[in-house]
């Protein structure tokens, strides 16, 4: 069967915190979104509940009201919910999504109620801004001390393992830094080092902040690419990660079983190879400046980027003059930066990674592709997919069935599963770099 056919509620309900009650709301639900994303820090969602009324008894009154009315919904509800179907599993029963609005649209005979959702550690994040100073130490270990420790997010949504005591879900990084919290929403602090961040075990900096159903990632652009290409070594990874697409059997989706791995609809490239972008955003040549504030010292540098990056042939640089800049970057360098004696480090003069962060974020979006699939709770933001596309290609002599550019890995950038009384399905929006994603394909 196919996965595009109703999932399953095992449990839906709506608790009220400051008195306790909870409603069972499993025959009410018309439609559930659940989304992830590798630029969103938490978990989002949204849902639609149909309320014909008698569903709360009024504390005040005794009156049996809607949802809406009787549990006086406001902000701060808890969501708790399990769904299913023959992919995996949705399981929030243990925590929690948080009410943030509750809009509703009164009809004849029935009330709407639309409730939009987001992670308990959102709401956590806002309410307890950030306030201590961090000393200088690998950015990593401080990122796991923000969030186990000022958060208080659960060891094993961190990736923790006890023999080793390190967090899986923490990607090391090489360089050193400071961290002020100067009051800001401890998520806030932690997704501006993305962009500050180097890998341990890789050259270029970039990371991503975001949560999955699984926890919390802090991980190196590069060591995703790298973790997701190892993973289709496992064959079950590999079935469930690739998927397929040609119009006949799109046309044939709802005419025969065996269709879980078959894309619904004709995938969308909303980016392919933009290169005045790709010119505008820095990915070729950069221009450098940087001052000393203790000597008033400049300096001037332009440098291309993509001549460090060992850049497969996809990627034609010969059409930019290495004079040529349309990317500016400038740095003031503060005392302690890299005073004697003040730090040692030597990694964390910002020239040194945000131009660099800049061009790996720009190579990652060379190409975006969005796809709608049979729902697979199986799959994670951050994740690498492979992918087969129809060859339009007319008089293919060797008559291939697959485009081999178009088709290959692509990292899962946003996810959302949606749940309707009727269908399931998730939509991917998908991004591949000029280097390992498609290099790696071919």
């Given at each position: 069967m196919s996965r595009a056919?109703?999932?399953n509620y095992t449990f839906f309900q709506i608790?009220?915190?400051?008195?306790?009650?909870?409603?069972?709301?499993?025959g009410k639900i018309l439609n559930f979104y659940y989304y992830e994303?590798?630029?969103?820090?938490?978990?989002?969602?949204?849902?639609?509940?149909?309320?014909?009324?008698?569903?709360?008894?009024?504390?005040?009154?005794?009156?049996?009201?809607?949802?809406?009315?009787?549990?006086?919904?406001?902000?701060?509800?808890?969501?708790?919910?399990?769904?299913?179907?023959?992919?995996?599993?949705?399981?929030?029963?243990?925590?929690?999504?948080?009410?943030?609005?509750?809009?509703?649209?009164?009809?004849?005979?029935?009330?709407?109620?639309?409730l939009k959702l987001v992670s308990k550690t959102e709401i956590d994040s806002s309410?307890?801004?950030?306030?201590?100073?961090?000393p200088e130490a690998p950015i990593s270990d401080t990122i796991a001390k923000i969030l186990a420790d000022e958060l208080q997010i659960p060891k094993d949504k961190l990736g923790f393992d006890k023999d080793s005591g390190n967090y899986s879900s923490i990607e090391n990084t090489k360089n050193q830094d400071k961290i002020k919290g100067n009051h800001f929403a401890p998520l806030d602090v932690v997704s501006k080092m993305c962009n500050k961040s180097i890998p341990a075990n890789y050259k270029d900096p970039g990371y991503f902040f975001y949560e999955t159903q699984d926890g919390f990632n802090f991980r190196s652009i590069d060591g995703l690419i790298d973790e997701g290409i190892k993973s289709f070594d496992n064959e079950d990874y590999e079935k469930e990660h690739t998927y397929y697409y040609t119009a006949a059997l799109a046309a044939n989706l709802d005419k025969q079983d065996g269709n879980n791995y078959k894309i619904v609809r004709t995938p969308v490239f909303r980016k392919d190879e933009d290169i005045i972008k790709a010119l505008r955003t820095g990915m070729f040549n950069v221009r450098i400046t940087t001052r000393d504030r203790r000597t008033g010292v400049y300096t001037e540098e332009i440098k291309n980027l993509l001549s460090d990056?060992?850049?497969?042939?996809?990627?034609?640089?010969?059409?930019?003059?290495?004079?040529?800049?349309?990317?500016?970057?400038?740095?003031?360098?503060?005392?302690?930066?890299?005073?004697?004696?003040?730090?040692?480090?030597i990694l964390n003069n910002p020239?040194?990674?945000?131009?660099?962060?800049?061009?790996?974020?720009?190579?990652?979006?060379?190409?975006?592709?969005?796809?709608?699939?049979?729902?697979?709770?199986?799959?994670?933001?951050?994740?690498?997919?492979?992918?087969?596309?129809?060859n339009i290609t007319q008089g293919d002599k060797n008559n291939q069935v697959y485009n081999n550019l178009r088709s290959g890995y692509y990292m899962i950038c946003h996810l959302c599963h949606s749940f309707s009384t009727t269908n399931s399905y998730t939509s991917l929006t998908l991004l591949r770099d000029t280097r390992e994603l498609y290099r790696s394909s071919k």
């Open positions: 056919g109703a999932s608790k009220n915190t400051k008195t306790g009650v909870e409603v069972p709301i499993v994303s590798l630029y969103s820090s938490t978990i989002t969602g949204s849902l639609a509940l149909e309320d014909v009324g008698g569903s709360v008894e009024d504390e005040k009154t005794g009156v049996l009201a809607t949802i809406k009315d009787g549990m006086k919904l406001t902000g701060f509800e808890e969501v708790s919910f399990h769904v299913f179907n023959e992919s995996g599993n949705l399981n929030f029963r243990n925590y929690p999504l948080i009410v943030t609005g509750s809009p509703a649209i009164d009809e004849s005979n029935r009330q709407v109620v639309l309410s307890k801004p950030l306030s201590r100073n961090y990056t060992n850049l497969g042939e996809k990627q034609d640089k010969s059409i930019v003059d290495d004079n040529v800049y349309l990317k500016s970057f400038h740095f003031e360098l503060s005392p302690g930066q890299d005073d004697p004696g003040v730090s040692d480090v020239a040194d990674y945000v131009p660099q962060a800049n061009m790996r974020y720009s190579l990652l979006h060379a190409q975006m592709v969005d796809i709608l699939i049979p729902c697979n709770l199986n799959l994670r933001a951050g994740e690498v997919i492979k992918l087969y596309l129809e």
